[in-house]
């Protein structure tokens, strides 16, 4: 567990869902996992467990749902892990109802020479957290984490990231785009750190955010912490509304301003949807 909401999953989950794919094999289509939460009044702790043995390949796609009437609290726990040249796409998609708040984490260990593509979606919830922890572990090892959030009306939307450079010659890229609405708000929390025997780290970390609203509020926050010379690392954050020469130049040639924000919004998803590990679940996202 890396806080305490991980210690109260580890306390009060039922039977993990475990994923695990054997050394050298292949899993050609995605693996979908469904957890929909039904009662209110309830606390419900799920638990996924993504294990890949050595040189092996899988894409997960895991669902959190709930209705919008559910008053609930759900406190996922998502465990991957990543041994020698193994590959991991995994896509998590938050879509709870208006009533249920959400206190996740997503755990990574990526070995030498592995690769994970960790993507997330969080459109749902009342209070919607998600907290990242990337560690990577074994020479080589690459991690890119991808999130987008969209808030409207009175949701909150917390994400905080940990990217964990803890070997030689490794390499992170997180890009988080989020857009508020309404009286909504997001905070973006985000941390590299690299160790002191983690020379020729490559590591980036960027969040964009776009108001829709003056009533809505997006908060940003990266941080660095170096503990080697030998490294690349940047991160860069940005706060504001839609550009206004792009809204005016869709006005221009006669697209209704209603139109020209929602085509200039898809645009800015695009870098983040073109990234998902879970092709299949695109156009789902896009829809959303």
Known sequence: AVDVFG???????????LV????GVTVDRPIVVQQVTTRSGAAVFPRLV???????????????RSADDVDALVVPVVDIAVERAARVGYCGVQQLGRSTWQLGSQVASVGADASLVASMAGL?????????DCRLVGTGASG???ALYF????????FRTFQ??????????????????DRSRSVYTGLIRVRKDA???NAFQTNRNLKLSDDAWAESVPNLEIENNDVRCSHASTVGPIDEDQQFYLESRGVPPHVAERLVVEGFFAEVLGGIPVPAAVPALREA
């Open 7 to 17: 210690e109260l999953n580890d306390a009060f989950a039922l039977d993990a869902v």
């Open 20 to 23: 695990s794919v054997p050394a």
């Open 50 to 64: 993504v294990r890949a043995g050595e040189d092996s390949s899988l894409t997960v796609l895991d669902e959190q």
């Open 124 to 132: 749902g919830g009342d209070y919607a957290r998600m907290r990242t």
């Open 144 to 146: 890119d984490l991808l």
């Open 151 to 158: 808030g409207n009306g009175d949701q909150m939307l917390d």
């Open 164 to 181: 964990d450079h803890a070997a030689p010659h490794t390499t992170s890229n997180l890009l988080f785009k989020g857009v508020v609405d």
């Open 199 to 201: 020379r020729g780290t």
